[in-house]
């Protein structure tokens, strides 16, 4: 490998070294991951929600669609699972939410047939597409429509992030995981920080 070559790789490693550290930080230079935020959205009932309607519980957050093939499915399945291997204390300060990326065809009585596939606490929102955008944007999460679509106008696939988020009582980062974390090391994470 030539020097050149060596040292763009050097540069680029650096590069989006820097570029993570801003996404996750948010350059607040507090050291406090910048990841969450206030919205407002509507849940699978139709009720209206806001980030400050969780306050109190954790939530575990996790960003999708519900005509995903096969991503967010299995990320919620993973929720599920590490939600229902917990006792049930600890369970009970836990409350799981899949944010829609696709309010066109996300409605309330689409996510309320969803929601019923995963765990029974789990909670669907949606929203206009601002509303959307903006609970997204607090999140660093990131979505647009594939490049690989049919064409037709109803029928299209998303490209997004897959990150399940846990934050706290205040709705402040804790960690995350992505549909490909383990079950067992969920719950051990889970049990370490909800744990008193």
């Given at each position: 490998?030539?020097?050149?070559?060596s040292?763009?790789?050097?540069?680029?490693?650096?590069?989006?070294?820097?570029?993570?550290?801003?996404?996750?930080?948010?350059?607040?230079?507090?050291?406090?991951?910048?990841?969450?935020?206030?919205?407002?959205?509507?849940?699978?009932?139709?009720?209206?929600?806001?980030?400050?309607?969780?306050?109190?519980?954790?939530?575990?957050?996790?960003?999708?669609?519900?005509?995903?093939?096969?991503?967010?499915?299995?990320?919620?399945?993973?929720?599920?699972?590490?939600?229902?291997?917990?006792?049930?204390?600890?369970?009970?300060?836990?409350?799981?939410?899949?944010?829609?990326?696709?309010?066109?065809?996300?409605?309330?009585?689409?996510?309320?047939?969803y929601?019923?596939?995963?765990?029974?606490?789990?909670i669907?929102?949606?929203?206009?597409?601002?509303?959307?955008?903006?609970?997204?944007?607090?999140?660093?999460?990131?979505?647009?429509?594939?490049?690989?679509?049919?064409?037709?106008?109803?029928?299209?696939?998303?490209?997004?992030?897959?990150?399940?988020?846990?934050?706290?009582?205040?709705?402040?980062?804790?960690?995350?995981?992505?549909?490909?974390?383990t079950?067992?090391?969920?719950?051990d994470?889970?049990?370490?920080?909800?744990r008193?």
């Amino acid at each position: 490998m030539r020097i050149y070559q060596s040292v763009l790789i050097g540069i680029t490693i650096i590069i989006i070294g820097v570029f993570a550290a801003y996404l996750f930080y948010g350059g607040n230079g507090k050291g406090v991951t910048a990841i969450g935020g206030q919205f407002q959205l509507t849940d699978h009932t139709g009720q209206k929600r806001t980030s400050e309607s969780f306050n109190g519980q954790y939530t575990l957050v996790y960003f999708g669609y519900t005509f995903c093939p096969d991503v967010c499915p299995t990320g919620l399945q993973v929720m599920t699972l590490a939600i229902n291997q917990l006792d049930d204390k600890t369970q009970d300060k836990i409350i799981p939410l899949f944010i829609t990326i696709d309010p066109e065809r996300d409605t309330v009585e689409q996510l309320s047939s969803y929601v019923s596939n995963f765990h029974p606490r789990l909670i669907g929102l949606t929203g206009t597409a601002d509303q959307i955008a903006k609970a997204a944007r607090a999140f660093r999460v990131y979505y647009s429509k594939s490049k690989q679509n049919s064409g037709a106008s109803s029928d299209y696939l998303l490209d997004h992030s897959s990150i399940i988020y846990l934050m706290d009582t205040e709705g402040t980062y804790v960690t995350h995981f992505t549909h490909t974390t383990t079950v067992s090391k969920i719950v051990d994470i889970l049990n370490n920080k909800l744990r008193p």
